[in-house]
């Protein structure tokens, strides 16, 4: 069963189309999703009873549980997330004078191998989906009841290494009718893969790119 949070609003706009709904049906879900944050089809109380019939078949809505948790002595903290097939992924909340940031995995494991860095260890499983990756930002703001207004693509994987996924969970989060955070509030880091780089910039989406010199540098002499 496809996972609702994959799609942005332009795509879920066509999924209801196909389902011979109306477009304007797909923004009243989305809303539902991400402005107030219900976690069934159940609650959404302005559709009939027949279209939130025919999405629970259509569609779930996955809501990540929280398997470990740990704060440090500065107020960071650590989440591990069980996502639901039996893996786990860990994202980082962060407290700065300008608000607050999260640090999103992309990927479950991860293939670079840079040796300085903790994902080596961990051998990659697989992408992360585009709602997989958005749902991160949903749970940790569930659990500490906040509002998140920075995001850094720099967890667990290598978000260029998941292109499709991660500029497509951009889409949501930027999406003023989504979780609305600012294209310059996200930043996307890389150790250099310079073709999705170029593609990246072609996309012309406003967020900042980092790219570790030193990642870089250790993965080319693998």
């Known amino acids: 069963m496809k996972n609702i949070k994959d799609y942005d609003l332009e795509d879920l706009k066509q999924e209801f189309l196909n389902l011979g709904e109306k477009a304007y049906r797909a923004e009243q879900v989305f809303k539902w999703i991400y402005v107030d944050r219900v976690s069934s089809f159940d609650e959404m109380t302005?559709?009939?009873k027949d279209l939130?019939?025919?999405?629970?078949?259509?569609?779930?809505?996955?809501?990540?549980k929280i398997l470990k948790k740990q704060e440090s002595v500065d107020g960071?903290?650590?989440?591990?997330?069980?996502?639901?097939?039996?893996?786990?992924?860990?994202?980082v909340l962060m407290?700065?004078?300008h608000g607050?940031?999260?640090c999103v995995s992309t990927q479950i494991g991860c293939k670079m191998g840079c040796k300085f860095c903790a994902s080596t260890g961990i051998k990659f499983v697989r992408n992360l989906s585009s709602g997989e990756i958005v749902e991160q930002i949903l749970a940790v703001e569930r659990d500490e009841n906040i509002k998140i207004s920075n995001v850094v693509f720099m967890g667990i994987g290598e978000p260029l290494d998941n292109y499709n996924n991660v500029v497509n969970a951009i889409s949501i989060i930027n999406n003023p009718k989504g979780i609305n955070i600012g294209a310059r509030h996200i930043s996307i880091s890389t150790s250099g893969l310079v073709p999705k780089i170029y593609?990246?910039?072609d996309r012309n989406l406003q967020c900042t790119l980092s790219i570790s010199l030193h990642r870089y540098k250790r993965c080319q002499k693998k």
């Not at 960071?76 to 994202?91: Q, S």
């Open 76 to 91: 960071t903290k650590k989440y591990l997330f069980d996502v639901l097939d039996g893996n786990a992924i860990e994202t």
């Open 46 to 48: 302005n559709l009939s």
């Open 95 to 97: 407290e700065y004078h």
């Open 52 to 64: 939130r019939e025919k999405l629970k078949q259509e569609f779930k809505i996955n809501n990540f």
């Open 100 to 102: 607050k940031s999260i």
């Open 199 to 201: 593609e990246l910039a």
